[in-house]
């Protein structure tokens, strides 16, 4: 999958600090693992086909 678009978003110190904590626990970057969970809550609210995003 390309990735040629991007969004900027504001978050509190707080929620951004348990982000990198999840995505360093999942070894992963925070854009890697903010990816991953916006694809697994568009499929399961049927906005994106499972397994689509390939």
């Known amino acids: 999958m390309v990735r040629d678009a ?3 978003i504001r978050l509190s110190e ?3 600090a348990a982000l990198d ?7 992963r970057t ?3 693992y ?6 697994a ?3 399961a609210k049927g906005f994106l086909p499972k ?3 390939e």
């Open 6 to 8: 991007s969004i900027g």
């Open 14 to 16: 707080e929620v951004k």
């Open 21 to 27: 904590k999840a995505a360093r626990a999942d070894r």
């Open 30 to 32: 925070i854009s890697a």
């Open 34 to 39: 903010v990816e991953i969970l916006i694809v």
């Open 41 to 43: 809550d568009l499929e």
């Open 51 to 53: 397994g689509g995003t």
